[in-house]
């Protein structure tokens, strides 16, 4: 071990206008660890791949029936699967803060002269950017298995908004989750039972008017059926698509406001 | 506030001290962690705390590194109190941690950038800065490798390093050396004694008086939340009575009838088959041939008998009544 450099005296300046770069940093590293573990990302796909597979050829014989005449199974299926994936992949925010916590890192970012956002807003955009590269995983394997577009490319593109802005909405809800429970395994543990009844009483995989009515109205109202009203009737076409649209913006813009607030308190106090 | 020092003329003001600690106070729901803790480091000397687990160490440096609001209290580093602009303090601190705080994803190299970046120096003297850093710690043949596949003390290296980045004129380090070898400790030792030459204040929580007593100028002995001891190594080994005499006995009942007999020789304690003899400094060899005749005497066989210096457990056994090892309830964060 050689010389250790003389610490100079308050050499550091406190500069309070870093909110934008510090965010961008954090989300450098948050993506360099998603490239370091690419084997996460492969799973996180391999799952909603699966379930299109499964999907489209096992159920979606028996579900074709109960479909509004003229449409087919898969173009019903793939708005859900979008929504179903970003959904879970909402996950990883939390378990990727919970597990910081635990490690001591968000430690060492406190007590760096940081901007108190960096970490959080850092966090969401990168896991909005892996939701970029995952959405368009998806894509093609939808077009593999016959998926076609009703609409134009502006409804894809419209309908890819939505949901990535939904993602980017869900994560703060599990940054909620992770900086509360504070250990990886609780994050995931905790995650599921919540995420369940959005993902399967919706209008993700099968026409609500095939439930009981009891759970019709949960099931046609809550944001993820919403938002995938909203992205099948831009890609399909059919539905009143701006009602849809609108609800699901509602949604989104409900969920960053209520939740960025309650995760940057949390953020504050987390020990 | 305006310190004074006394010298011949008369009274002057000093600097004042690069950490100060003015009856702090933590609670956690009804439990007080820390109950009106007071000291100071003066600038570029080294402070060792010291406590058993769940005394309240860690608590005081979170506070004092801005982790945790004190709920009473005050505490400055550099005269900027804590409170009231934790920012400044943080551009003027370095913190490691008890576990090393670096992320295992990213290579040696991209930590210390990582933290280059958010402690915003400028983009140029980053890299330099990394490059630096990694050569003084020995990490420079493992830059670029990931840091999950490194060693525990090249990890606590790394940590310490990461700490340094933005050349903080003070620096915490919580329990920095527990789970390495000796010679990582070792290493880690001399890094932290160029950091002090070179005018760094350290403050250092550990469990080994060892520790404090290598790299400490002063020691604060804290329990249950309050300073219970306060001084030098020397000071402190002082107190303890400066010899032990260990001796282990084959059965309870042998070991409490040693431990009678045993008086004159020292304070005695016993822990089942073991008695613990304090003896007075300077008198171990002697008290020691005292001991075997009195054992000898009433015809207890003793299985072991050990002369050696005082360890941090009887400095706690002496101070609080109970060893280190005793209360585990762990730090209260």
């Known amino acids: 071990m050689t010389t250790v450099a003389a610490p100079a005296r308050a050499t550091t300046r406190v500069n309070r206008g870093h909110a934008v770069g510090d965010a961008i940093t954090m989300a450098w590293r948050n993506l360099l660890n998603i490239k370091r573990n690419p084997q996460l990302l492969v799973f996180a796909t391999i799952q909603p791949v699966i379930f299109v597979v499964m999907f489209r050829y096992v159920f979606g014989g028996a579900i074709q029936g109960s479909l509004p005449a003229g449409q087919t199974y898969v173009n019903f299926l793939m708005p859900g699967i979008f929504v179903q994936t970003i959904v879970f992949g909402a996950l990883t925010t939390g378990v990727g803060l919970a597990d910081d916590l635990s490690k001591g890192l968000v430690d060492r970012f406190r007590s760096l002269p940081m901007a108190r956002s960096a970490v959080l807003v850092g966090r969401t955009l990168a896991d909005f950017v892996r939701n970029f590269f995952v959405v368009i995983l998806m894509c093609v394997v939808g077009f593999i298995v016959g998926w076609t577009i009703g609409t134009d490319v502006f409804g894809l593109l419209g309908a890819i908004g939505i949901i990535l802005a939904f993602s980017y909405a869900l994560s703060w809800v599990f940054a909620i989750v992770g900086l509360t429970v504070k250990d990886a395994e609780t994050a995931q543990a905790v995650s599921f039972p919540i995420l369940a009844p959005l993902v399967f009483a919706s209008s993700a995989f099968v026409p609500v008017a095939t439930m009981p009515s009891w759970l019709q109205g949960w099931a046609r109202n809550q944001p993820v059926s919403v938002v995938v009203n909203a992205a099948r009737s831009l890609t399909i076409g059919v539905g009143p698509t701006s009602e849809y649209v609108i609800k699901a913006i509602i949604w989104i813009v409900g969920i960053i406001a209520v939740c960025a607030p309650i995760a940057v308190a949390r953020y504050r106090r987390a020990v | ?333």
């Not at chain 2, 002369?307 to 730090?331: C, I, K, Q, W």
């Open chain 2, 1 to 333: 506030m305006i310190w004074l020092k006394e010298n011949a003329l008369g009274w002057e003001p000093v600097a004042e001290p690069a950490i100060v600690v003015d009856h702090l106070v933590k609670c956690f729901g009804d439990v007080e962690a820390v109950k009106g803790v007071s000291f100071e480091v003066p600038e570029g000397r080294v402070l060792g705390l010291l406590g058993p687990n769940g005394a309240g160490k860690t608590t005081v440096v979170r506070m004092l590194t801005t982790l945790l609001r004190p709920d009473g209290g005050n505490a400055r580093v550099l005269g900027i109190d804590v409170k009231e602009d934790p920012q400044a303090v943080r551009a003027n601190i370095g913190l490691a941690g008890q576990y090393a705080a670096v992320d295992e994803n990213l290579t040696g190299r991209e930590n210390l950038v990582l933290v280059g970046k958010l402690a915003h120096l400028d983009g140029d003297e980053i890299e330099a800065r990394a490059h630096e850093l990694l050569e003084q710690f020995a990490l420079e043949h493992a830059a670029d490798r990931i840091s999950r596949t490194y060693s525990g003390g090249m990890r606590r290296r790394l940590d310490l390093a990461a700490a340094l980045v933005h050349r903080p004129p003070v620096l915490f380090l919580d329990e920095p050396t527990t789970g390495l070898d000796p010679q990582g400790r070792n290493d880690l030792w001399g890094v932290i004694e160029e950091l002090v030459a070179r005018g760094t204040t350290v403050l250092l929580t550990t469990q080994y008086l060892e520790e404090a007593d290598v790299l400490a100028d002063n020691i604060v002995v804290i329990d249950h939340g309050s300073v219970i001891a306060e001084g030098t190594a020397a000071q402190l080994k002082e107190r303890m009575g400066s010899t032990v005499i260990e001796i282990t006995l084959r059965d309870d009942d042998g070991a409490a009838r040693a431990a009678d007999a045993l008086v004159p020789v020292g304070t005695a304690s016993r822990d089942g088959k073991l008695i613990r003899v304090n003896v007075p400094g300077g008198a171990g060899a002697r008290s020691m041939l005292e001991a075997v005749r009195i054992l000898d005497g009433e015809h207890l066989d003793p299985a072991t008998m050990v002369l050696r210096e005082p360890t941090l457990d009887d400095v706690f056994l002496d101070l609080t009544g109970h060893t280190t090892a005793d209360s585990d309830e762990g730090e209260g964060s």
